[in-house]
């Protein structure tokens, strides 16, 4: 994914000895004194913005700051030894580079409340403008309490209860689905229903992208939508970007990039192609044990559909009614008005199995 530059933001960090805020670029706290060490990070500064000062651009981009092997004090890359103790920097370690420190927002953030005496300064600021006191980081926001469902001290009785319940479903659901009685029921009446689907040769409407138009379609208009994403520029393509974020550049100063895209607009269009489309059903009913199509004529350009055939057979048994689908005219012909029948039915009441009675 491309990713674009917007500029260097400065950062800050925090004493390890007196807690002070101290602008990124600063070596040394601003108030005791201390030189910043390896294992202190960088921050995103209260108020964030760009740099646009041309020397303080140049050292942002520079490579990363180099901790001395022996008092771990912060040096510019282009130092050879050390500001602070004089050591040899060969082998000190450069800063980590390239981390993510968040998203960045240049909107101008609320003023602080000076600790000592109550003035308000800008985000910004490290110092208070009244009385000199250090302006420390106001502490994050302690995280929501989240409710959490218990996972120990369940109660034997609660187990025993939920075991309860699903034997209690699963003997629900074998009593519905699996097991079965018997019944002898009589054939109280049957119907049956065939149909044959007519179709023509009509124009139906569609829509597609244009490379996936079938050739013999007939295109009514075409309008450009967005369709895909690419790395590099288009035709008919616009930049869409992500939320700005500041990368840690081991320098005292992040660089704000954004990862953009471009959204690929194609041409997507409407159609008209000849398809066979049902423009008639017709249908033949009975009551009898002879089923039989309907009769029909076919007009020019029509042809015959997809054919189907519906049974129903009604029992009276044990003082109650059954309806019964066979599956097919030969098991239907059997169903005789007035023959018996031994029928299982299942826990819903429909039949599953039929056999002659004796």
């Known amino acids: 994914m491309p990713q674009e530059e917007l500029g260097y933001v400065e950062l800050e960090w925090t004493c390890q000895n007196c807690g002070t805020r101290n602008p990124g670029t600063r070596k040394n706290c601003v108030s005791c004194g201390a030189a910043m060490d390896a294992k202190t990070k960088f921050e995103l500064p209260a108020q964030q913005e760009l740099i646009e000062d041309a020397g303080k651009l140049s050292a942002a981009a ?8 022996y008092c771990g004090t912060r040096n510019p890359s282009t130092a050879t030894s050390c500001k602070q103790c004089g050591g040899d920097l060969k082998g000190g370690q450069a800063r980590e ?8 927002d240049a909107t101008k953030q609320p003023d602080v409340k000076c ?3 109550g003035t308000l300064n800008p985000a910004g600021a490290f110092k208070c403008s009244n009385c000199g006191a250090s302006l420390k980081r106001a502490p994050e926001p302690a995280p929501a309490a989240q409710t959490s469902v218990p996972t120990r001290g369940i109660s034997p009785l609660m187990i025993a209860g939920i075991v309860a319940v699903l034997l209690l479903c699963a003997a629900g659901a074998y009593f519905l689905f699996f097991r079965t009685s018997d019944t002898v029921g009589t054939v109280a009446g049957t119907s049956w229903q065939r149909t044959i689907a007519i179709m023509a040769l009509t124009p139906v409407r569609g829509a597609d992208w244009q490379d996936r138009i079938p050739t013999d379609a007939t295109v009514l208009g075409c309008e450009l939508k967005p369709r895909r994403m690419s790395q590099v520029e288009e035709p008919n393509s616009v930049k869409v970007c992500g939320t700005p974020y500041v990368l840690d550049q081991g320098t005292g100063a992040g660089k704000v990039v954004q990862d953009c ?4 607009s194609e041409e997507y269009c409407s159609f008209t192609r000849m398809q066979w489309t049902v423009i008639n059903t017709v249908a033949a009913r009975g009551t009898d044990l002879q089923p039989n199509w309907p009769l029909y004529s076919l007009a020019t350009g029509e042809r015959e559909g997809n054919r189907a055939e519906e049974y129903r057979v009604i029992f009276d048994g044990g003082g109650q009614q059954y309806t019964y689908t066979p599956n097919t005219v030969n098991e239907y012909t059997q169903f005789r008005p007035g023959s018996r029948w031994l029928l299982k039915v299942n826990g819903l009441g429909n039949i599953i199995e039929t056999t002659p009675a004796q």
């Open 115 to 117: 600790p000592s005496c």
């Open 97 to 104: 580079a390239g981390g993510v420190l968040g998203a960045f």
């Open 261 to 264: 895209q471009y959204q690929v």
């Open 62 to 69: 520079a490579a990363p700051d180099i901790a001395c092997p």
